[in-house]
């Protein structure tokens, strides 16, 4: 009996090593109330522990991957820049994924590296969510139709014109209209260049001209 007594004692001081002060009655009335109550008390606490390791990790990863970011974008440019940005990728926690794909599809784009561009902007939506994940798309289809491949653009495009919010509704029927006529698709981009002329644009001119342009074809 003295020594389970002696036995518990020194575990209820190895576990007050370990836990803040504040939680030492907690632990105590534990001890001295029930063993099964010990047990998830102590269960709790170690959940508790490992989480906090794990948040303190998660913030000082994602504080130096924007440390890192920041540096690149200020004093790398061309490819230098996205060789780093794809380094960068490797250590980078999730949260900070999507802020370095926006970077790599940015300086692809400014490369013309067309191809390569609408793949960063593909894995930016696949990360991003809400206007984020629509303006990648966006993206992904004009570097597709940078890169020369028109009907697929108006395949992502047709797809975000049914789904876009009132906000992004004019500039997705634009960019569908311009990559429907480089695929050689005159009625849907004719649809397109209607649907935009029902917005409040200021070059109604220009679509309205466009409308007349393809109507006499």
């Not at 989480?51 to 230098?80: C, F, M, P």
């Not at 990728?89 to 692809?108: G, M, Y």
């Not at 994940?133 to 797809?159: F, S, T, W």
């Amino acid at each position: 009996m003295a020594e389970n007594k002696t036995a518990e004692h020194t575990t209820l001081e190895d576990i007050e090593a370990r836990v803040p002060n504040s939680l030492h009655p907690v632990i105590e009335a534990a001890f001295k109330h029930s063993r099964q109550i010990l047990a998830g008390v102590v269960a709790i606490i170690l959940v508790a522990a490992a989480y906090a390791a794990y948040s303190g990790y998660t913030a000082r990863a994602l504080a130096n991957a924007q440390t890192q970011l920041g540096t690149i974008v200020i004093e790398a440019a061309g490819q230098d820049k996205i060789d780093r940005l794809e380094a960068l990728l490797d250590s980078a926690p999730t949260t900070a994924r999507p802020a370095v794909f926006l970077e790599l599809a940015q300086s692809a784009m400014n490369l013309a590296q067309y191809e390569a561009a609408a793949g960063y902007w593909g894995s930016l939506a696949a990360e991003a969510d809400n206007e984020m994940r629509l303006i990648a798309r966006m993206g992904h289809a004009k570097c597709l139709l940078l890169a020369g491949r028109a009907k697929e653009a108006v395949a992502e495009l047709k797809d975000l014109a049914g789904i876009a919010p009132a906000d992004f509704t004019a500039p997705v029927y634009r960019q569908l209209a311009v990559a429907a006529e480089a695929a050689g698709d005159t009625p849907q981009a004719l649809e397109a260049y209607r649907k935009l002329a029902e917005q409040q644009v200021t070059d109604k001119p220009f679509i309205d001209h466009k409308i007349a342009q393809l109507e006499a074809k």
